[in-house]
């Protein structure tokens, strides 16, 4: 186990802004990273020195509480000074405050920005105005990068690897940018993706990002190895892009019957919070044979220390913010 | 019934599917064909068996009508059988509307309560029909729902239709549109034109159907959608559908019987009975539509049926109910045009059997092997004149009151069993 950040691995990025781009070994760099990390976070004793001194803070822009949580753990059991902040976006011109706020935190020296914003792109645009590190912690319905590393950790720890794996992607596709960063990341890896939806929520084009379309559960899973269900959002359900809840939990909602067309040892992931009885029925949710749903959560903490740990120790990088 | 023979000897044989129309026989058993065809009873109908004697005249599948209102059921499923329907499907802007698994089941169990015509239901597209959400489509057709379709309602709003055509996909569902742009139609009550102007009538646009039809081939293609345009009426919009058939669009559409056999002229000195919607058009566009069955793309023939009471007609024009009966009619007014020489028969036929069951995806409307035993026997050339007083069923509302037409149903067979003998 690594006590130290500033050995000979290092991954060749200032930011980590999305998964799509990177390259297999680049991914592999920050999946056994994090890897170590799993054994310290079993441990009574959690922390490490390693960020000593340095300034992570949370930007978001958008209500969370796990991944503003499972970020501000990580940087303090690696001994960074870490700060919450929240930033309403009603009111003003997004793009002037956008920008605003990031001048004004660049100018008190941060070393690492975790941002999460509502709009796609936004995280890119204010890499661009500071002279840290930036971690996008979901930007839109764009990319959400830790999500799937976190995701990738945990099959990879059940599974032994990525490669040749049917992974099915199941729910509101369109709107979710945790399935663009797993579709990026898992194809990178040589897994398989499957996309499972009705039409209205299966965005055009998404074929040629390399997936197969299916809009039936029992096709679509068939033979699937891991199976991920997508939270699906309230205001999706008030008939522009589906009828109701009850008929969406008939077709597209996880239960027993429908995952009965995965593989027997199929395993379940939800990325959180789960609507039980709409995308995935509890029962399944519970299963603790079948359901990784915990276990994600405690490979995010794992993930976003490793991110946090290679971005801010960077040596290409360091002492230049 | 089951176990029960009849053997339908002497007649003319008619089936549009396999193009079959020569002198045979049917035999039935029960609920189901057995067998039929020109020499079945070369040596004698089984002992066993019913004979009816058809005495020459055509003996056809069953007539399908994909698009009624239900009214009073009692009164309908009459109207239906004594117009040779054995299968219709009914519109969901019924009180309350079918857009719920409840009404689905309800209307299908009245139905087969009154042991006449099958009646199938369209499910509604959006709740209440009121053009906004989208209802349970999925569910709905788990329940028996055939078809989608906000009834006399187009679906209006554009993103609306867009996620109704993309979501029916889903499950390989149909949309079907009744085609009209609201906003250019509100206020008028008949085609623009002339004889709008002279009768101080407020006209809508003929552009008003084309509109609607060009917006949504655009939207099928789109979505990748299935969609089905009701009740064409004017030139512009047969053309713009088979222009997009000629680039492989995935639509279809019907006719009803007033928009090729009537023109805005009915409408005399503002007779309500010919207040229809879509209204009544120009001689062009009714020459348009004849010449869109002939070439068939025009795909099927409804009767639109729309029986409205008497209150509801005895009102000023601007005033009055739109819509007219015509289950009594449809073979008749269709037969008109066999008899002008337009079509032959088969064709014709094929657009009130087979043609309109398989846009439904209902296993009626042909003749086949252990298929339901729904057969009209019908004499294609006797004359009678339509009174609309005296036809069977409620409303009265006949647009074709007082045409004389050929063509009289005798006898109408559903799942074996005679549910109309004409004189009977």
Same mark, same amino acid.
Not at chain 1, 86 to 115: C, F, Q, R, Y
Not at chain 2, 367 to 374: R, S, V
């Given at each position: 186990m690594k006590q130290d950040g500033k050995d000979n691995v290092h991954f060749p990025h200032r930011h980590l802004l999305g998964i799509e781009g990177l390259s297999p070994t680049e991914i592999s760099i920050l999946l056994d990273r994090s890897e170590s990390y799993v054994d310290q976070n079993r441990r009574a004793n959690k922390t490490t020195p390693l960020l000593h001194g340095r300034t992570i803070i949370n930007l978001f822009f958008e209500d969370s509480t796990r991944t503003r949580t499972s970020f501000e753990l990580a940087g303090?059991?690696?001994?960074?000074?870490?700060?919450?902040?929240?930033?309403? +976006?009603?009111?003003?011109?997004?793009? $002037?405050?956008?920008?605003?706020?990031?001048? &004004?935190?660049?100018?008190?020296?941060?070393?690492?920005?975790?941002?999460? =914003?509502?709009?796609s792109g936004a995280v890119k645009l204010l890499s661009e105005k500071v002279n840290c590190a930036v971690i996008n912690g979901g930007d839109g319905s764009h990319e959400h990068p830790t999500q799937a590393l976190l995701d990738a950790l945990t099959i990879r720890r059940r599974r032994g690897g990525l490669s040749g794996l049917l992974v099915a992607i199941c729910g509101d596709i369109t709107h979710s940018r945790v399935a663009r960063s797993n579709i990026h990341l898992l194809n990178t890896m040589g897994a398989r993706v499957r996309l499972i939806a009705p039409r209205?929520?299966?965005?055009? #084009?998404?074929?040629?990002?390399?997936?197969?379309?299916? =809009?039936?559960?029992?096709?679509?899973?068939?033979?699937?190895?891991?199976?991920?269900?997508?939270?699906?959002?309230?205001?999706?359900?008030?008939?522009?892009?589906?009828?109701?809840?009850?008929?969406?939990?008939?077709?597209?909602?996880?239960?027993?019957? @429908?995952?009965? =067309?995965?593989?027997?040892?199929?395993?379940?992931?939800?990325?959180?919070?789960?609507?039980?009885?709409? $995308?995935?029925?509890?029962?399944?949710?519970?299963?603790?044979?079948?359901?990784?749903?915990?276990?994600?959560?405690?490979?995010?903490?794992?993930?976003?220390?490793?991110?946090?740990?290679?971005?801010?120790?960077?040596?290409?990088?360091?002492?230049?913010? | 019934m089951a176990g029960t023979k009849t053997a339908y000897i002497n007649a003319r044989?008619?089936?549009?599917?396999?193009?079959?129309?020569?002198? #045979?026989?049917?035999?039935?058993?029960?609920? *189901?064909?057995?067998?039929?065809?020109? @020499?079945?009873?070369?040596?004698?109908?089984?002992?066993?068996? $019913?004979?009816?004697?058809? #005495?020459?005249?055509?003996?056809?599948?069953?007539?399908?009508?994909?698009?009624?209102?239900?009214?009073?059921?009692?009164? *309908?499923?009459?109207?239906?059988?004594?117009?040779?329907?054995?299968?219709?499907?009914?519109?969901?802007? &019924?009180?309350?509307?079918?857009?719920?698994?409840?009404?689905?089941?309800?209307?299908?169990?009245?139905?087969?309560?009154q042991g006449m015509a099958k009646i199938y239901p369209y499910g509604a597209v959006t709740k209440g029909l009121a053009g906004k959400e989208l209802a349970e489509l #999925?569910?709905?057709?788990?329940?028996?729902?055939?078809?989608?379709?906000?009834?006399?309602?187009?679906?209006?709003? *554009?993103?609306?239709?867009?996620?109704?055509?993309?979501?029916?996909? +889903?499950?390989?569902?149909?949309?079907?549109q009744h085609p009209e742009d609201p906003s250019l139609a509100a206020g008028g009550v008949v085609t623009a034109g002339e004889t709008a102007t002279r009768l101080g009538l407020f006209g809508i646009p003929t552009e008003a159907e084309v509109i609607m039809v060009e917006r949504d081939l655009r939207l099928c293609e789109l979505t990748g959608g299935r969609l089905h345009i009701a009740h064409v009426s004017t030139g512009a919009a047969i053309e713009a559908v088979r222009r997009g058939k000629d680039r492989g669009v995935n639509v279809t559409c019907d006719t009803a019987p007033p928009y090729f056999a009537l023109n805005e002229t009915a409408i005399g000195d503002y007779r309500t009975f010919a207040k229809l919607s879509p209204p009544l058009r120009s001689e062009d566009d009714r020459q348009t539509v004849v010449q869109g069955l002939k070439d068939g793309t025009i795909d099927a023939i409804a009767s639109d049926h729309t029986p409205r009471d008497e209150e509801s007609k005895r009102l000023p024009f601007a005033q009055a109910a739109p819509g007219g009966i015509g289950l009594n009619t449809l073979l008749?007014?269709?037969?008109?045009?066999?008899?002008?020489? =337009?079509?032959?028969?088969?064709?014709?036929? @094929?657009?009130?059997?087979?043609?309109?069951?398989?846009?439904?995806?209902?296993?009626?409307?042909?003749?086949?092997?252990?298929?339901?035993?729904?057969?009209?026997?019908?004499?294609?050339?006797?004359?009678w004149k339509v009174d609309a007083d005296a036809l069977p069923g409620k409303a009265q509302n006949s647009p074709f009151d007082g045409r004389p037409v050929q063509g009289r149903v005798l006898r109408t067979v559903i799942d074996g069993r005679t549910v109309f003998e004409c004189g009977q």
């Open positions: 303090k059991r690696l001994g960074g000074d870490l700060i919450n902040m929240s930033v309403a +976006t009603s009111s003003v011109k997004k793009g $002037e405050t956008l920008i605003d706020t990031a001048m &004004t935190l660049n100018a008190m020296h941060p070393d690492v920005l975790v941002v999460r =914003h509502p709009d209205t929520l299966i965005p055009s #084009g998404i074929e040629r990002m390399g997936v197969e379309v299916f =809009h039936d559960m029992a096709e679509g899973l068939r033979d699937c190895d891991i199976v991920m269900m997508l939270r699906l959002q309230r205001e999706r359900m008030d008939g522009n892009f589906l009828p109701s809840i009850r008929e969406y939990f008939h077709f597209f909602g996880l239960d027993y019957e @429908k995952l009965s =067309h995965a593989k027997e040892d199929a395993l379940i992931m939800h990325p959180g919070p789960m609507n039980r009885g709409v $995308e995935i029925d509890t029962d399944v949710a519970d299963d603790v044979g079948r359901s990784v749903i915990r276990e994600q959560v405690e490979m995010g903490v794992a993930v976003r220390m490793a991110v946090l740990e290679l971005l801010a120790l960077n040596p290409e990088y360091e002492g230049k913010g | 044989l008619l089936d549009p599917t396999s193009g079959l129309d020569s002198p #045979g026989g049917v035999l039935t058993d029960g609920e *189901t064909i057995t067998d039929f065809g020109p @020499k079945l009873f070369n040596k004698k109908p089984p002992k066993e068996a $019913e004979v009816v004697d058809c #005495g020459g005249k055509c003996l056809a599948p069953g007539l399908v009508d994909m698009r009624i209102e239900i009214g009073n059921l009692a009164a *309908t499923v009459g109207a239906a059988v004594s117009g040779g329907v054995t299968s219709a499907v009914c519109l969901p802007n &019924t009180d309350p509307a079918i857009d719920d698994m409840s009404v689905v089941e309800f209307v299908a169990r009245r139905a087969r309560k #999925g569910l709905l057709a788990e329940s028996g729902a055939v078809a989608f379709s906000d009834g006399v309602h187009a679906v209006a709003d *554009t993103q609306v239709m867009r996620r109704a055509l993309s979501y029916a996909s +889903t499950f390989g569902l149909m949309i079907v008749a007014i269709s037969l008109e045009l066999h008899h002008n020489g =337009h079509m032959d028969l088969l064709d014709v036929l @094929k657009l009130i059997t087979s043609s309109p069951a398989d846009l439904m995806g209902l296993k009626a409307g042909r003749l086949e092997k252990d298929g339901p035993a729904d057969l009209v026997l019908f004499d294609p050339d006797e004359g």
